[in-house]
Nanobody
Framework: QVQLVESGGGLVQAGGSLRLSCAAS????????MGWYRQAPGKQRELVAT???????DYADSVKGRFTISRDNAKNTVYLQMNSLKFEDTAVYYC???????????WGKGTLVTVSS
């Protein structure tokens, strides 16, 4: 079993920055992809960014150039640095871990990011 715990959400003014963290624990395979998804009120959950265990990254077009995903494999932790935040970035942000070999996917409980305009 794998547990994911997010932290770092909060209230920030437009143009500000926040850094999200997600710590994974449990039976984690060496080859995996970790990522961040978000769900705004009344909308479907969407991809924000992912990073493989080989540090290959992928971003949603809406966050490219503003958000940076990174990971510390020794700590099984993934980070999301969010700069130049916009009102439309307001959402619950969920951490995700995909174990590539088994295909198992795990989700955190989410952390709320609120951007005031």
């Amino acid at each position: 079993q794998v547990q994911l715990v997010e932290s770092g959400g909060g209230l920030v003014q437009a143009g500000g920055s926040l850094r999200l963290s997600c710590a994974a624990s449990g039976r984690i395979s060496r080859i995996n992809t970790m990522g961040w998804y978000r769900q705004a009120p009344g909308k479907q959950r969407e991809l924000v960014a992912t990073i493989t265990s080989g540090d290959r990254t992928d971003y949603a077009d809406s966050v490219k150039g503003r958000f940076t995903i990174s990971r510390d494999n020794a700590k099984n932790t993934v980070y999301l640095q969010m700069n130049s935040l916009k009102f439309e970035d307001t959402a619950v942000y969920y951490c995700n871990l995909n174990q590539v070999v088994s295909g198992m996917t795990y989700w955190g409980k989410g952390t709320l990011v609120t951007v005031s305009s």
